[in-house]
């Protein structure tokens, strides 16, 4: 009986199943073939790639580029190649920019002054030197990416903050009238692949976008210049992100009015492969060479790299007798020149042209009055010197700097009022500074004595006055002869 209870139960348990499964039976399913893509005919779209020249013939300008490297920048070597490699072969050099104490002196024989994605803002003293660069004729150029962020926390909260590059970059751009906006430039129509690869086909006229028909920058800030002009001009699709609309004023990079100041809201177009996208080649090309062309109008301030031949010709006047120290003082004037790859040729008469040395008295003499009347020196002989610059200078102890820049050369002329001042003028000469000294562009007034003739002159009348005090002395010591009575 107990077996009979456990059929029944799984038969009520199984036929309500098996009546269930019979009255929804269709048969068994067919699965239908899905139409899927032909995936293999399939071909990327390829980005716009312009051949190179695989040995192209660019003219050697030479110069030196200082990179900076002082700024937290956020690079790496590699990401700027192209460029770097561009202006090695336009035989320029390249340095780093790492201590700012040696800013002004790298910048005193530099073309130019590159600062890529810096995240530390730069120094009034650093803004102050590069402006002055710039206004001599230097080149600086400032690189920018919209994706490059310094992560910062919270001091209270913990929460990490992303800053990026754009604060740090106005800080020196300011200055020039130019801004990096903290957006990014995006295109959801024309562009290379990405709404945020953007293409520029209309550009400002000028070196910088010679040869140009259409570039690529990818992840840029924009850039704009009320007084300057926008080189990479954005299409009406092109928007920016901090308020989705199109700024005619607004582009991928901008120039300063001056022309020496330019400013690109992204350098990623600098690394492999995008330098060959579109004519992405041409612009680095352009880059290199406008770096390379910065030339500094010369003055003292960019003392001592003010010659340009490769040998300084030097005149002694004849008044100046050439003894154990002056020949010793010219030996430490010919090594200086001679570190910075300069030979030294001592000549008997004052060269027309080339660069030249001119050491000689503070005197009207014939080799001499020529400057004095062209820097309007008046070499009385009194105890002042009058100056244009800086007034009525005392002759004692002071040494005179002249610098004169013509077609026909650059010319140095060094005065001083007595044998000892001009070793030592030409010793300040020698250690390549002037910090020491009063300077305007062409004339600098260097403390290199003590008023040695006045100090000389007091002695010399001291010694007199105490020669006559000792013979008045001995005068009334010596006892007078009296006649005695014996006669």
């Known amino acids: 009986m107990k077996k009979q209870y456990i059929y029944f139960a799984l038969a009520a348990l199984l036929l309500p199943i098996i009546l269930r499964g019979l009255w929804f039976y269709r048969g068994f399913p067919q699965r239908n073939e899905i139409a899927t893509p032909d995936f293999a005919s399939f071909t990327a779209p390829a980005a716009p790639v312009q051949s190179a020249d695989a040995n192209p013939e660019v003219e050697q300008i030479g110069g030196t580029v200082i990179l900076d490297n002082y700024h937290a920048n956020q690079y790496m070597p590699s990401e700027i190649e192209a460029l770097t490699d561009a202006i090695k072969l336009r035989g320029g050099a390249i340095e780093t920019y790492s201590d700012s104490s040696l800013l002004e002196y790298q910048l005193k024989y530099a073309s130019a002054f590159i600062t890529i994605s810096p995240s530390v803002s730069f120094s009034t003293v650093e803004i102050q030197t590069l402006k002055a660069f710039a206004e001599r004729g230097g080149r600086i150029l400032v690189f920018t990416d919209a994706t490059r962020n310094s992560i910062y926390y919270d001091f209270i909260s913990g929460n990490p903050i992303a800053y990026g590059d754009a604060n740090a970059a106005n800080s020196l751009l300011s200055m020039f009238d130019i801004s990096v906006n903290n957006d990014y430039l995006y295109d959801a129509e024309k562009n290379e692949g990405n709404f945020r690869n953007v293409l520029f086909d209309d550009f400002g006229k000028n070196e910088l976008t010679f040869g140009l028909n259409e ?90 790299f003010l010659f340009e031949d490769e040998t300084v010709k030097v005149f002694v006047s004849p008044e100046l007798t050439k003894t154990t120290e002056l020949v010793s003082a010219l030996g ?19 060269p027309s042209s080339g660069d030249v040395i001119v050491i000689g008295p503070l005197e009207l003499t014939e080799e001499i009055e020529a400057y004095a009347n062209k820097f309007d020196l008046v070499l009385d002989e009194g105890e002042f010197i009058t100056t ?5 200078i005392g002759r004692y102890g002071n040494g005179f700097i002249l610098f004169d820049t013509t077609e026909r050369g650059n010319t140095l002329v060094l005065l001083a009022d007595t044998p000892e001042d001009t070793i030592a003028l030409l010793g300040v000469l020698s250690n390549g500074s002037l910090y020491s000294c009063l300077t305007s562009d062409s004339v600098a007034v260097c403390s290199v004595g003590y008023g040695g003739d006045y100090y000389s002159e007091t002695e010399e009348e001291t010694d007199e006055e105490l020669s006559e005090e000792s013979a008045e002395g001995e005068t009334e010591s010596t006892p007078e002869a009296t006649a005695t009575p014996g006669g």
């Open 388 to 392: 244009t610059e800086f007034g009525e």
């Open 215 to 304: 570039v690529a920058l990818y992840g840029l800030h924009s850039v704009e210049s009320p007084s300057g002009l926008i080189l990479l001009r954005g299409a009406a699709s092109t928007r920016s992100s901090a308020n989705d609309a199109y700024d005619p004023n607004q582009g991928g990079a901008a120039l300063s009015a001056d022309g020496n100041v330019a400013a690109f809201g992204d350098f990623t177009f600098l690394s492999a492969p995008y330098n060959n996208y579109t004519d992405n080649a041409t612009l680095i090309a352009n880059l290199a060479d406008f770096v390379l062309a910065g030339d500094q109008s010369k003055s003292l301030a960019n003392f001592p």
């Open 332 to 350: 430490g004037l010919q090594a200086a020149l001679r570190y910075m790859g300069l030979e030294v040729a001592f000549v008997d008469e004052v």
